[in-house]
């Protein structure tokens, strides 16, 4: 089953896919916010191209674990989405998550223009192997 992951930011949504067995997360792309017609419209075409199964939305928790105004905006949009699409829409809490792909692309010594077109690819990334990890039997 595939699951479509998406880092959804203020200009961009990082979008990342599983392998067809759940096991591995891939990038596949980064969709420049325009509008929600739009931003949903993008969205679909990844859920068709990847024939994905389940939709997962990095979700930003305070550390503290309370919910803040950006994770009010993405319980709104996760409403939006599964109202579009008749697919289940998960959260996935994403704390430190496009922390830990700026650390790994300054660690990979890349330009901050190369960082700029990637890390919300990237977050998606983390986000989504996390939920991979999360839901593998013990």
């Known amino acids: 089953m595939r699951i479509l992951c998406l880092d959804y930011g203020e200009k961009y949504i990082g ?4 392998d067809p067995l759940g ?3 891939q990038g596949v792309g980064v969709i420049k916010r325009q509008n929600l017609k739009q931003d949903l419209s993008q ?6 191209e990847y024939d994905v199964e389940e939709v997962v939305l ?3 928790r305070n550390m503290d674990g309370t919910i803040g105004s950006k994770a009010r ?3 709104s949009f996760q409403e939006t989405l599964a109202a ?4 289940p829409v998960l959260t996935w809490d994403e704390r430190l998550t496009t922390a830990a792909a700026r650390r790994t692309l300054l660690e990979a010594d890349v330009s ?3 960082r700029k077109k990637v890390i919300d690819k990237l977050a998606a990334v983390f986000i989504l192997d996390s939920y991979l990890r999360a839901r593998k039997p013990t």
């Open 15 to 18: 979008v990342a896919v599983s």
């Open 23 to 25: 096991i591995t997360a």
């Open 43 to 48: 969205i679909r075409r990844y859920i068709v």
């Open 58 to 60: 990095g979700f930003p």
């Open 73 to 75: 905006e993405i319980l």
């Open 84 to 87: 579009t699409i008749d697919i």
């Open 112 to 114: 901050r223009k190369g």
